[in-house]
């Protein structure tokens, strides 16, 4: 009885992860258990950080925002506070932004709401 060689399915899934383990060092990327193993710890990492990438983005702008308003001579949680309480919906993102490329535009926000 000739033995089973799995055929098109398995070579394909074997394959897929191979080709993930592109570039991986030494026989992680050439041996399929190897590559399996780290390819599985490679998507655990990337679905983990794609989520610390928001939370890191998050402190860019806060820092951003702290730093230009103290410039301004305000600090970050009056500011904050103050633009919710005169309901400008200028989310931190875009807040920071403006603080970098348009000091001048950050600093008449600043001024519009201590008044």
Same mark, same amino acid.
């Given at each position: 009885?000739? /033995? *089973?060689? =799995?055929?098109? $399915?398995? /070579?394909r899934r074997r394959n897929r992860i191979l080709r993930h383990a592109k570039g991986f060092y030494s026989a992680r990327s050439r041996q399929y258990a190897s590559a399996v193993e780290s390819v599985h710890n490679a998507w655990q990492d990337s679905y983990a950080h794609r =989520? @610390? /990438? $928001?939370r890191d983005f998050r402190k860019l702008?806060?820092? /951003?925002?702290? @730093? @230009?308003?103290?410039?301004? %001579?305000?600090?970050?949680s009056t500011?904050? %506070?103050?633009?919710? =309480?005169? %309901?400008? +919906?200028? +989310? =931190?993102? *875009?807040l920071a932004d403006i603080a970098v490329r348009d000091p001048g535009g950050f600093k008449a926000i *600043?001024? @519009? *709401?201590?008044n």
């Open positions: 009885m000739p /033995r *089973v060689k =799995r055929g098109f $399915k398995a /070579r =989520r @610390a /990438r $928001k702008w806060i820092a /951003r925002i702290s @730093a @230009a308003a103290k410039e301004c %001579g305000c600090n970050y500011l904050i %506070g103050t633009l919710k =309480r005169n %309901g400008i +919906d200028l +989310d =931190r993102k *875009v *600043v001024q @519009a *709401v201590q």
